[in-house]
């Protein structure tokens, strides 16, 4: 160690050992953030309810082609479970709109009610939203196998993909549901200065 380096260091012990400010934020900030996630979730839920209306239309034109008993009742399984993911996601996934009389703690509390239940939305995918569509895409996969006999070797492979596109929709939910966690931590931490 050099004669040098003593000053360096002592004044980066004493830049890093200062009392830090806290985070601060105020009732315009709090109302842009809960603004701004509001609209995040309601665009989310209207992608989600257009690919959801796209699907229902695509396996209900396949239920009425199809004159195999096994791919109709997939369709309509799969149907009830898209119908059943919309409906539940427009009644615990949907925005609520931001109080007019919004101040500091009320804003801090409103925003932290809506990330947690965003985040228990997230946290529970696999019973809302893959769940219902497991059985009406495995039971689709082997109708298809089993009326195109061609196509039987490429069951598992297809039942494979399957499961990957449905491991990692919940992966990224779970990912998702975390992210919103850090965000709650940051607002008790904000709570917690006042």
Known sequence: MTNESLPND???????NQPSEGMRMSVDEI???AGKFQKTIYWRNAREYVAGLAVVVFFGFMFWLSSDVLTRVSCGLVNVGVLYIMWHLHQRG?????PADLGLASG???HRRELERQRDLLQSVWWWYLGPMIPGGVA???AQARTSPGHLRHMGLS????????ALVGWLNHWAARRLQSRIDELNALEGQR
């Open 10 to 16: 002592r004044l980066k012990r004493a830049w890093q």
């Open 31 to 33: 109302r842009r953030r």
């Open 94 to 98: 949907s925005s609520r709109n931001l």
């Open 108 to 110: 801090i509390e409103y």
């Open 140 to 142: 689709f996969v082997v």
């Open 159 to 166: 039942l494979a993909f399957f499961a990957l596109v449905v």
